[in-house]
Nanobody
C-alpha cells in the first residue's frame, strides 16, 4: 500500500511556474507508475502526466493540453515524484492529485479509475 502527500500548490500569475511534489510511503515506491491528475471546479478529474516505474530509463506521458509546458520526474531514492509546471495558464487552475498504481501501463494509466492510490490534492490557482 502507498500513501501519497502532495505539496507545492499555490497562487501564481499566468506565465509563471510552480513545482509540485508528491511524497510516497513504502519501500516499493519504485515499482509504481506515478501519475498527476487534476480537477477544475465543475469538471471531471483528468489526466495530466504519468511516469513509468524505476529503471535505467523512464517513459513519460502527457496530456496534449500540457505537453511542452509541464514535466514529470521522479526520484525513487526519495520516494518522490515531481511535476514542473511552466508557462501556466488560467485554465490550469485546478486541484492537482498524485496517483500511483503498480498494474497500469501506457495503455491504461490515463484512466482515472485505473489508479489505486491517491493523495488528497494540492490547489493550483493561476490568475490572469
Amino acid at each position: 500500500q502507498v500513501q501519497l502527500v502532495e505539496s507545492g500548490g499555490g497562487l501564481v500569475q499566468a506565465g509563471g511556474s510552480l513545482r509540485l511534489s508528491c511524497a510516497g510511503s513504502g519501500r516499493t515506491f519504485s515499482r509504481y507508475v506515478m501519475g498527476w491528475f487534476r480537477q477544475a471546479p465543475g469538471k471531471e478529474r483528468e489526466f495530466v502526466a504519468a511516469i513509468s516505474p524505476g529503471g535505467n530509463t523512464y517513459y513519460a506521458d502527457y496530456a496534449d493540453s500540457v505537453k511542452g509546458r509541464f514535466a514529470i520526474s521522479r526520484d525513487n531514492a526519495k520516494n518522490t515524484v515531481y511535476l514542473q509546471m511552466n508557462s501556466l495558464k488560467p485554465e490550469d487552475t485546478a486541484v492537482y492529485y498524485c496517483a500511483a498504481d503498480a498494474n497500469v501501463n501506457v495503455y491504461s494509466w490515463r484512466t482515472t479509475n485505473n489508479m489505486d492510490y491517491w493523495g488528497k490534492g494540492t490547489l493550483v490557482t493561476v490568475s490572469s
